[in-house]
């Protein structure tokens, strides 16, 4: 029972600190953006229909998952196609981004730049030949006719809305204007409170977060106090704890009340503030049930994916890849790890740097799970195809075979 309590104390503390305080910063970054400009930023996106698969690779680039989970929501509305979430999930490296960049800037470079131009040349693939999750439905319609369809956004002859998920006219700005009144003379200034203080939390789990990908990503104690490893765990669980209660509870009393969905403009910076903590606090418990089945998968099997993404010659981008397909950053920061100790190729490296689709897939994965499935199916092939390529045809005269290439 220790051991699993253990388990249960690091997940919240690691998925918070590891990841969550990053998201919210890349979060809070875009929606900044979005309320400075009043909004240009989306819309830019959703009128350039045949650069939306470019811009979505762009977003999905810049490291974290704040980027790509902007992305998620505008395909949930019917506004960008299948394609843009193909090739934003595509090129996400998530948090595991911070860790290469960290520790092998050069592998980050290459990586990163490779697993870009796979994915937006697939995105345009998928658009151009109808590959959206319409077809899917349609194969799945001709297999079962009693599967109810999930709509998916057309992608032949420009992106229009989704049956599946009608978000026409405005969206509620709180969730006080809708709906019974949700106000409350306990709840209402908690909420408020508990917004507040997970800032506070998330400033000090970046500044922990940055020391310790800075310090080589160590093994830290579950322990409390005022030392690094201390902070580490009393910020990291406090910032957990305050997440489940604004993702159960709070996000009926403070801001628009929904999760998933991207705002079009914000009318202050208290509202940008409350959307990205919200939006991050969604993120962040889908980060830990993920943290929790994989720790949990491990300790009692014995499981060890790091070990079988290790394994030699062609296997190991297969490995990269397979780790790849399991959502949030996790497993994934373990690989970048494993890698900038010397201990993987640079094929395994960007193949799951194209497979994985980070924190961005929860979102989709909650509203849309047909969609976030075929999408991590369209990038897996294009990781294994790149993987082997590079492991096969260009390692051995570029030297990218090599274990521990670009590592400081």
Do not use: K
Request: glycine share 12%; charged share 10%; net charge negative.
């Amino acid at each position: 029972m220790n051991e699993l309590l253990d388990v249960l104390l690091a997940s919240l503390r690691d998925g918070y600190v590891q990841v969550s305080a990053f998201v919210a910063v890349t979060v809070l970054a875009f929606g900044f953006v979005q309320y400075r400009t009043d909004g240009a930023l989306i819309s830019a996106i959703e009128d350039n229909e045949r650069l939306q698969v470019l811009f979505g690779g762009l977003l999905g680039l810049t490291p974290g998952c704040g980027g790509a989970i902007v992305v998620m929501p505008l395909y949930v509305r019917g506004t960008v196609s299948f394609g843009t979430v193909v090739a934003t999930l595509g090129a996400t490296a998530g948090d595991s981004a911070f860790v290469i960049l960290a520790l092998a800037p050069e592998a980050a470079l290459y990586a990163y730049a490779i697993a870009f131009a796979a994915s937006v040349a697939t995105g345009y693939l998928v658009d151009s030949v109808g590959l959206g999750v319409s077809r899917v439905d349609a194969a799945v319609a001709r297999l079962s006719p009693a599967a109810r369809p999930d709509g998916g956004t057309a992608v032949n002859g420009g992106v229009t809305p989704n049956p599946a998920h009608d978000y026409c006219g405005p969206a509620p700005t709180h969730a006080h204007e809708t709906g019974p009144d949700r106000r409350s003379r306990v709840l209402t200034p908690l909420s408020h409170l508990a917004h507040v203080a997970w800032w506070g939390a998330a400033i000090a789990g970046l500044v922990l977060g940055t020391l310790y990908l800075l310090r080589g990503g160590p093994e830290v104690a579950l322990e409390v106090g005022v030392g690094f490893d201390g902070l580490f765990t009393v910020v990291g669980i406090a910032g957990a704890v305050l997440s489940l209660y604004l993702y159960l509870i709070g996000r009926h009393y403070v801001g628009e009340g929904e999760i998933a969905r991207a705002r079009d403009s914000f009318r202050s910076t208290y509202d940008t503030l409350t959307h990205a903590a919200m939006e991050t606090s969604f993120v962040t418990v889908w980060v830990l049930v993920a943290f929790l089945v994989y720790e949990y998968a491990v300790l009692l099997t014995g499981l060890n994916v790091a070990t079988f993404a290790a394994a030699a010659g062609v296997l190991a981008p297969l490995g990269g890849a397979a780790v790849g397909l399991i959502p949030g950053c996790g497993p994934q920061i373990l690989l970048a790890s494993v890698y900038a100790e010397g201990g993987l190729p640079f094929s395994a490296l960007t193949a799951n740097a194209i497979a994985q689709d980070g924190d961005a897939l929860f979102p989709l994965l909650a509203v849309d799970a047909r969609a976030a499935v075929v999408a991590t199916i369209y990038n897996f092939l294009p990781a294994v195809v790149v993987g082997v390529a590079l492991d096969l045809l260009w390692g051995p005269v570029f030297g990218l075979a090599e274990f521990g290439f670009g590592v400081l």
